[in-house]
């Protein structure tokens, strides 16, 4: 196992209100992920890290911003949840010496 | 549309048949991925292949990538129930930098004894 943990696992909140979902590995992965799992989506790409501070949009990072201040821990802010946010939310990580991406176990978001 | 589209949605079959699920795209990839994720849990990988018309073996699952880089297939020959889960396929395109891995909507897959 890569050492990818999530939190909060599930959480519950209100349209309008931030929510931070918070993603540390403790394998020195270079790269870091969010995706969010909708039925019949798959996963789709939010952001990603490639680096300390060095960050790029996925396919659907409208509504969503990402901070990396530390190689171990990735951070996503919703500034202001919506209803069409409520998912699950997986981190991941790896890079080119792994070759594959690690994912944490998940954070389901429900926005009321 | 996403980058990778799966076929089928969703595959339901007997002990013991064979399968296929199939994942194309209109881009050349530098390499494609396979994961499969169970209920609760986050994906992980099965396989990775790299170069055009590689065929890969893993126990029961053949995966194959496409001549041109632009497809891939999965064949599972004599499936059993624990086959079931969500098979996902995985790439960054060729035009992108290595790390922007996209996936497909995945194939569930439902082995009953």
């Known amino acids: 196992d890569a050492g990818i943990t999530q939190s909060p696992r599930h959480k519950v909140t209100e349209t309008g209100t931030p929510v931070t979902l918070r993603c540390h590995q403790t394998e020195n992965h270079r790269y870091m992920y969010w995706y969010r799992q909708d039925p019949g989506h798959g996963l789709r790409l939010i952001h990603y890290s490639y680096g300390v501070k060095d960050t790029d949009k996925g396919e659907v990072s409208d509504g969503y911003s990402v901070s990396r201040s530390k190689t171990e821990d990735f951070l996503l802010t919703l500034e202001s949840a919506t209803s069409s946010q409520t998912s699950v939310y997986f981190c991941?990580?790896?890079?080119?010496?792994?070759?594959?991406?690690?994912f944490g176990e998940g954070s389901r978001l429900t926005v009321l | 549309t996403q980058l990778l589209e799966q076929s089928p949605q969703f595959l339901s079959i007997q002990e013991g048949e064979n399968l296929t699920v199939y994942c194309n795209s209109s881009?050349?990839?530098?390499?494609l991925q396979w994961y499969r994720q169970e209920p609760g849990e986050g994906p992980v990988l099965l396989v990775t292949?790299?170069?055009?018309?590689e065929v890969k073996k893993l126990k029961r699952l053949t995966f194959q990538f496409g001549d041109a880089r632009k497809d891939s297939s999965l064949h599972i020959t004599a499936a059993q129930p624990g086959d079931t889960g969500l098979y996902l396929c995985?790439?960054?395109?060729?035009?992108?930098?290595?790390?922007?891995?996209?996936f497909g909507a995945g194939t569930q897959v439902v082995v009953t004894p």
């Open positions: 995985a790439g960054a395109r060729q035009t992108d930098s290595w790390g922007k891995f996209q």
């Open positions: 881009s050349v990839f530098s390499s």
């Open positions: 292949v790299v170069t055009g018309g």
């Open positions: 991941a990580s790896g890079g080119p010496n792994t070759g594959e991406l690690f």
